[in-house]
């Protein structure tokens, strides 16, 4: 999968996707991969089981991140379903861990104890699932807005990394571009402050220009060391993808 993304071989990271495929369903189907066959020296969570679900869900979402960094102006479809695949992979691990937790304490229990621990059991599991859910809503709040990977190989300059910032109140994103000289460039995006001005304005600090305007509720920032010109060619193309794409030529030429 690395590789298909890095070298843009689409053929290498299609294969990775029914490597995932093959192994999701080899763990599925595998005898213990849904219930524990044997209680002696279980722990829940902590078990060679849980260990297979949880690499197997971070290779996924590692994988679908390098899908969508690697096509950032194709369709999202492949990128959001091994997303889907992980959640659900999550999902699974925590409701069979959930589950055979009260039924290794069932193993032991009288006959009303175990109708009482079959009650709890299904207790619990309304209760993990609630809280994953809320965890999900949560990782999906961390920043309000749209994070888009700008694609800007035909300027020169590939996507080497991105990440969430904090920022007062509310969160902002990163990304990083660097071109075949090792030169770098930095796109921040944020949520601006109401009173922020929307026209598209150009600093300068020794060598280092930025162009920022605002958009659609989010503020953009370009930062780098680089000609003016060269660096408004790459605003322009970064507010051109922009879903309310525009021209700032006319603004930035204050």
Request: glycine letters at 6%; hydrophobic letters at 50%.
């Given at each position: 999968m690395w590789l298909g993304t890095s070298y843009r071989r689409r053929f290498l990271w299609i294969a990775g996707l029914v490597l995932f495929s093959l192994t999701g369903l080899t763990l599925l189907i595998c005898d213990g991969s849904l219930y524990t066959m044997s209680f002696e020296g279980y722990l829940p969570i902590l078990n060679l089981r849980a260990l297979a679900y949880v690499l197997l869900a971070a290779a996924v979402c590692a994988a679908a991140h390098l899908i969508r960094r690697a096509t950032p102006d194709?369709?999202?479809?492949?990128?959001?379903?091994?997303?889907?695949?992980?959640?659900l992979l999550l999902f699974i691990l925590l409701t069979v861990e959930t589950n055979d937790l009260f039924r290794s304490w069932m193993v032991d229990a009288g006959d009303q104890d175990t109708m009482t621990l079959g009650f709890a059991r299904y207790m619990a599991m309304a209760v993990v699932w609630?809280?994953?859910?809320?965890?999900?809503?949560w990782l999906t709040r961390r920043i309000d807005l749209p994070v888009k990977l700008f694609d800007l190989r035909d300027q020169g300059f590939e996507l080497v990394g991105g990440r969430l910032l904090p920022d007062g109140p509310g969160k902002s994103a990163q990304l990083?571009?660097?071109?075949?000289?090792?030169?770098r460039i930095t796109v921040y995006l944020r949520k601006p402050d109401q009173a922020t001005e929307a026209a598209f304005r150009y600093e300068q600090q020794g060598d280092v220009g930025l162009f920022y305007w605002v958009e659609a509720g989010a503020g953009y920032a370009l930062v780098g060391a680089l000609p003016k010109e060269q660096l408004l060619a790459l605003a322009q193309e970064i507010y051109r993808q922009h879903p309310v794409a525009g021209a700032p030529a006319a603004a930035a030429s204050r």
């Open positions: 194709e369709p999202a479809l492949p990128a959001n379903a091994l997303h889907v695949c992980w959640i609630s809280l994953y859910g809320l965890v999900l809503v990083m571009y660097q071109d075949a000289q090792g030169t």
